[in-house]
């Protein structure tokens, strides 16, 4: 679990509809800045990688949800402005067959993206210092990773004040649920701030688990880059990066 | 995986109601279920708007191994109820928000061919953005082939055991480096294809 | 446009891939005249489809020149694309569009024409090939024979003058194989489609070849001629990796011994020799 | 281990595809004896790849049985694996390893040996195959041929008992072909290999073939027998989408306008036979 698809109806209105704005500025920026023919030239690349990467998203490596996501090295191989592209394109499709939500396309493209487009930056700037492939693949995957993650705590923190409203909409409200509440709530009774948020937890509950994903996730990286490199050194294009 | 495939042949060759159901009317009613998902915050609502899904999802006999699809968001709906104090109405509250939500898309999908709605997206995204999405479902297919025989590979020569687990990573990234290598040439391929075929801008498809 | 007119003249190229190999196409010309039916025939990895792919500008030569329909492709191949019809050997990745019919409106629609032009067109050429049956199929669902009709009726569709064939006959059974020979045969006879085709398979060469180009090594175009011409010329046809024809080999061995019965290429024409010849020696006797 | 103990039985499998394409392996069992030389014949698409499947336990049948050294192959592949050698159709995604060397360690490695002990059988294998000139190029830059002797090798280094091989011959050109069968027979000759080829080419059946199973439609296997026996029974092969050896084809060409010479299937049986009548009919004249 190196990363979170979020799921439809968790986060607020306001949240995932500023993500669905600021994602289409960026792809509208990009879409300007990137020449025309460029863009054309790179479709069918862009549509293997995003192919790619749904696939991997769907090869369940460890059962319960790890997946690769091979983010990061479509980074490396696609560049910045074509990755975010791919992106959006991969959580159209896998928000389609019910992976990830609809809602949250937007805001799923930006976190994600966090992941190839510093993936790829980190990967080229610790290969300036380091010239090393093993570890600078491994660090790049593992910070890149990193910061998808906390970015998508952001996220998900920026929603606190309406899991609170979704926690009281209920007190007061239908008798059926109340009822069970009550039941639920005794054993807990300890449980300090009960029908509050408690976003700590959360983070420290999606933080340990993600840790293993980064470090996992970085490993196979880390492979996939040695086996390209021996294969096909001219994709990682390592000479333009070191001048 | 083969899951994605085996949607879009559902959406092919079922015949049920929601088949014949033209896709805007199937989209327009994506929608209500979305807006459903964002408005509604009593779990009554919330049951019912999940019920009807279920019920339509059996009055077209879609099949129990689609139905699974549905429930691959909870695995991260889960986290979330780590914000809350465990309570049951905001489990269920996002649950059934979660579940209809995958239920209503993986309907859609299952009823109707995916040039269908992409179509109905091209109305509203621009044509380089339809276009990628086009290629990328061909090179899904394409790309599902590498992958399920280079799986079969890895099986018959015991490449992936758990007795020897960094071997069998090894062997998995291996085996995703190869997939990568083939989607690249595979894409230089395409381009090529496209190009002796006129290729300007932009896939035409039928009632653009 | 009369017939016989040159349309294709290649002139000792030479192409340098990535990894340093290097592919010369030379001895022989390659030239191709309007109307024939034209097969390079040889080994796994000789250059044929380096060859191909300088006819059509996906490669330009180091040295050397290319001249198709008077232009050279390199640079200006998309002022003659609407004259060819082009299979390369993977046609998975060469069929774009979501349902068959969308994929063979391909070309048409790119190259500009209207919805009714183009689908009259499509309608045409999915009657000639019989797709009719398979028009609304998605194309991920597609057998290898209905891909390679598929892949042949989107290069054929925009009516081209020539035709390029990278290996079509490859993993397709005798009967697919058949039917493929006959749609091209009949092609050239009534359309006077050029046609090119590169293939290993000799025993198909009879039954679809004017004019043979027999390549090997890396590049090396050692003959050119009628294919019962260079069949019974060439001492062994081993040296370019290459089986000769069962027939070839039968009346070569027949002759060895002693029985000269010609050099049929074909079954029927081989039964006809031998009663002939049986007949004859009765009459003498 | 004796010879012509039972190796692999099959009995009348059914499989249900997603798509609800049902393929029946019927009508006659699938037996195999240990040191047999087996083919399937049929034409694209009736249902080989799908039997081949079954052995391997990719597939699992809805109804009928596999037993496949004793198992069920979809139960307990692993237990036998180091006893099958298998080359599936497309070799691109079987050769896992970046260099020629490391694709043939995977399986030895794989299977808990250690590196002197692969090593060793690497080499052997290689020697046999006459890889040792390519034996650090990377796999994608080596040729079709050089990448079925590479999977083939992947099979072979483990010693197995079996060998599978799905259409093995497909996109080969002939020489890489006799090489391949060379080796197949050699290997059934001197180490008793069993094996179980799949294909189409109907030329190449009687060169490497104990026991010829014939199958059409969506799994029917309806003749087992030697090939000469089926070949020379048949009528017509075209009902299998088949055509037949192009020897058949004149011979009994001939056996119509009266010439019967018998039914030869390789070229200098052939020649023989024709020679043979020629002498006696002077004789008798």
Known sequence: MSHIHLPDGVLPVWLWASGFIIAILIGFILFRFTKKEALTKKLPLLGMMAAAMVLGASVEIVPIAYHVNLMVISGILLEPSLIFLATFVVNVILALFGHGGITVIGLNTLTLSIEGIFGYLFFRLFWKILKRLTPVAFIATFLALCLSTFSMIGVVGLGVSHYEELIHKNEGHGIFEFKLLKEKHDPHGEDKGKGEVNFRRFIAIVLSLSFLGWILEGIITTLIVRYLHRLRPDLLRLEIGAS | MIQLSYLDYLSIEGRSFLHRLGPGWKIIGMLMVLSGIVLLRNLFGLFSLYGILLAFFFICRLPLRIFFLTLYPLIFTVLFIFISGFQLHFILLVFLKALSGSTGVVLLLATTPYPLIFRTLGRFLPSLLVTALFLTYRSIFILLKVLEETQHALYLRGGFQWKHPWRSLHNISNAFGHLIIKGIDASEKMYESMMLRGFKNKIHYRGE | ?285
């Not at chain 3, 003058?161 to 091209?184: C, H």
């Not at chain 3, 009628?226 to 069962?246: A, C, H, Q, V, Y």
């Open chain 3, 1 to 285: 446009m009369q017939q016989g007119e040159r349309i294709i003249q290649v002139d000792c190229i030479t192409h340098v891939y990535p990894d340093m190999t290097k592919v010369q196409i030379c001895g022989l010309d390659f030239v191709v005249n309007r109307g024939e039916r034209v097969s390079i025939l040889g080994s796994n990895g000789c250059g044929k489809t380096t060859l191909l792919k300088h006819l059509l500008g996906i490669l330009v030569p180091k040295d050397g020149s290319v001249r198709i329909f008077g232009v050279d492709p390199g640079k200006e191949y998309s002022k003659i694309r609407q004259q060819i019809g082009v299979v390369m050997q993977d046609v998975d990745e060469q069929i774009l569009g979501p349902t068959v019919y969308d994929d063979i409106l391909f070309a048409p629609l790119n190259y500009g024409m209207n919805r009714a032009e183009a689908g009259r067109l499509a309608g045409s050429v999915m009657e000639r090939l019989n797709l009719g049956s398979i028009k609304d199929k998605m194309v991920n669902y597609l057998s290898g024979g209905e891909k390679k009709k598929v892949a042949l009726a989107g290069a054929l569709v925009t009516e081209p003058e020539l035709l390029i064939l990278d290996e079509p006959f490859t993993g397709l059974d005798p009967v697919s194989r058949r039917e493929l020979i006959g749609i091209l045969n009949e092609l050239n006879r009534e359309k006077g489609i050029t046609f090119i085709v590169t293939l290993h398979e000799v025993d198909l060469v009879p039954q679809m070849t004017d004019v043979l180009y027999l390549m090997h090594g890396h590049g090396d175009l050692s003959e050119r001629g009628r294919p019962d011409e260079i069949f019974g010329k060439l001492k062994d046809l081993e040296s370019f990796n290459l089986e000769e024809p069962t027939l070839t080999r039968l009346f070569k061995g027949l002759k060895k011994e002693g029985l000269d019965f010609g050099e049929p290429l074909q079954v029927d024409e081989a039964v006809e020799a031998i009663k002939k010849h049986w007949d004859a020696e009765k009459k003498v006797v």
